[in-house]
């Protein structure tokens, strides 16, 4: 088993920055693909970033693409998701999850935290 938390949301001003972390505890966390969603109120679970175990490959939903910058540090165990550029529409909860391959659907992770409120006021 490997349990996630993250952690580094709150409340943002339009066009200002958060740093969201992952920390994962348990099972060896470099075996693992490291995925962020998120979810806004009344809508699905959305894909926002992937990146696989090396580091080495990352991939960005439409949305967040040149403002968001997902990273990894196998050493401390711990996912990162850097957020700039913030619009209200980034507005959700997000969540890190880990997966065995790399894929966009949340149904394919096998490990999710408990997710962290971001919201950006206008």
């Known amino acids: 088993q490997v349990q996630l938390v993250e952690s580094g949301g709150g409340l943002v001003q339009v066009g200002g920055s958060l740093r969201l972390s992952c920390a994962a505890s348990g099972r060896t966390f470099s075996n693992y693909v490291m995925g962020w969603f998120r979810q806004a109120p009344g809508k699905e679970r959305e894909f926002v970033a992937v990146?696989?175990?090396?580091?080495?490959?990352?991939y960005y939903a439409d949305s967040v693409k040149g403002r968001f910058t997902i990273s990894r540090n196998i050493a401390n165990n711990t996912g990162y998701l850097q957020m700039n550029s913030l619009k209200p529409e980034d507005t959700a909860i997000y969540y890190c999850?880990?997966?065995?391959?790399?894929?966009?659907?949340?149904?394919?992770?096998?490990?999710w935290g408990q997710g962290t409120q971001v919201t950006v006021s206008s």
């Open positions: 999850a880990l997966a065995q391959y790399i894929t966009y659907a949340p149904t394919d992770y096998d490990y």
């Open positions: 990146i696989n175990w090396t580091g080495t490959y990352t």
